[in-house]
């Protein structure tokens, strides 16, 4: 069943058509990679599907809630607990550089989903030591390095106990020695049933983690399938020139 459908989604800034009628059903459970070149909308799309962006036109449900139709969404009111069900994990990690990992993690459960402080320390740090870093509770985000701070995006994503977790492109920002770090924890996410969108460059992610891999380039969905389809048999020309020069 899906948890999550997009339909004909548009999306242009000024003369400039970034989406162009993108369609995209999301099982529960599933984990879903969206590759392409830099520019062809993946980031934009992703953005959409939780108003960080707005779209010209089409429809985006999510968990049996309408988000959008034809175009227009819900009023914000209306919107806000719906849309909240979703985490994102920006390239960026935005963590309140004047608080501690703790606080930065319990923030949005105190304020938002009205926990008590104590409730909300307790899934917090439950939830950094699934990713290793419960000793990093009181340290400072400019005291972490890169792979840390993606962590506790992840974590503080987590926190908000999402239905959906959408990652744009979350280890492009990271040295190379810090990114299997992040994907070891997206990887132990998918492996526990978390549905995932996951915008990223990283093709060996996307080949072992991706229940289906999605192809987009030039504002379209060009090809889709699973990750043997798409990596080892594509079918359309652009993305085998894609995959001929990253792989």
Known sequence: MAILKAENIKKS??????????????????????????????STFLRCLNKLETIDGGSIEFDGEIIAENGKYKKDK??????????????????????????????????????????AEKNALELLDRVGLKDRADAYPSQLSGGQKQRVAIVRALCMNPDVMLFDEPTSALDPEMVGEVLDVMKSLAEGGMTMVVVTHEMRFAREVGKRVIFMADGAIVEEGTPSEIFDNPKNERTKAFLEKVL
């Open 78 to 119: 209306e919107l806000r607990p719906i849309i909240s069900k979703m985490g994102m994990v920006f390239q960026q990690f935005n963590l309140f550089p004047h608080m501690n990992v703790l606080d930065n993690l319990t923030l949005g459960p105190i304020k938002l989903l009205k926990k008590s402080k104590s409730e």
């Open 13 to 42: 800034f000024g003369a400039n058509e970034v989406l162009k009628g993108i369609d995209l059903s999301v099982e529960k459970g599933e984990t879903v990679a969206v590759i392409g070149p830099s520019g062809s909308g993946k």
